[in-house]
């Protein structure tokens, strides 16, 4: 079956770097896109960054561009996200997920979550 | 971008009871619109695509119905397991965005 596995929690100090991975099993990595998504408490979820997992490209919102990096690894079927510059408002849960629905960038898998927190 | 606006923010329902929680897009988005629900402690789960197409598993219970700028998920008989935090997302354009979410409650 289709799975989304994240790394652990994070702890950070402002102006630091956090790096988050997405390993998936159970489909054909190449195939479908990998997105980011958060949820800051108190927030709505927010998209953050897709990336093409065949070819490498990649988009991220224009809030977070020049913090925020995506990369894949295909013979680990393996996304990381980087964030850089962290604030405490970054502290949150974030999540990957697997652009698979058959129509439009809607997300039928979903990573387990991971916390960020961001803290002096 | 596009702002997606739900209402209401919180509903109190009883079993067995008809729910219907809607989304309104700043701009035309089509029928490019999904329905998530997301229980305490868990990741969204997808129930809708497309405003009416049931994702693989979820029960017919659960209907959307919509396009251009609103949109509507109706649970026509609310069931124990049903009671949890609903959000709609466009698919239309980046940046994808989502509703403030619907917290469906016990009454």
């Known amino acids: 079956q289709v799975q989304l596995v994240q790394s652990g929690a994070e702890v950070k100090k402002p102006g630091a770097s956090v790096v988050i991975s997405c390993q998936t099993s159970g489909y054909t990595f190449i195939n479908d896109p990998i997105q980011w998504v958060r949820q800051v408490p108190g927030q709505r979820l927010e998209w953050l960054a897709w990336i093409n997992t065949g070819n490498g490209n990649s988009q991220t919102s224009q809030k977070f561009r020049g913090r925020l990096t995506v990369t894949r690894d295909t013979s680990a079927s393996t996304v990381y996200m980087e964030l850089t510059y962290l604030r405490p408002e970054d502290t949150g849960i974030y999540y990957c997920?697997?652009?698979?629905?058959?129509?439009?960038?809607?997300?039928?898998?979903w990573g387990q979550g991971t916390l960020v927190t961001v803290s002096s | 971008d596009i702002q997606m606006t739900q209402s209401p923010s919180s509903v109190s329902a009883s079993v067995g009871t008809r729910v219907t929680i809607t989304c309104r897009a700043s701009?035309?988005?089509?029928?490019?619109l999904a329905w998530y629900q997301q229980k305490p402690e868990t990741a969204p789960k997808l129930l809708i695509y497309?405003?009416?197409k049931l994702q693989s598993g979820v029960p017919s219970r659960f209907v959307g119905s919509g396009s251009g700028t609103d949109f509507t998920l109706t649970i026509t008989s609310l069931q124990p397991e049903d009671f949890a935090t609903y959000y709609c997302?466009?698919?239309?354009?980046?940046?994808?965005?989502f509703g403030g979410g619907t917290k469906v409650e016990i009454k």
């Open positions: 997920v697997r652009e698979g629905a058959p129509v439009g960038a809607t997300f039928d898998h």
């Open positions: 997302q466009q698919a239309n354009s980046y940046p994808l965005t």
């Open positions: 497309a405003t009416s």
């Open positions: 701009q035309d988005i089509s029928r490019w």
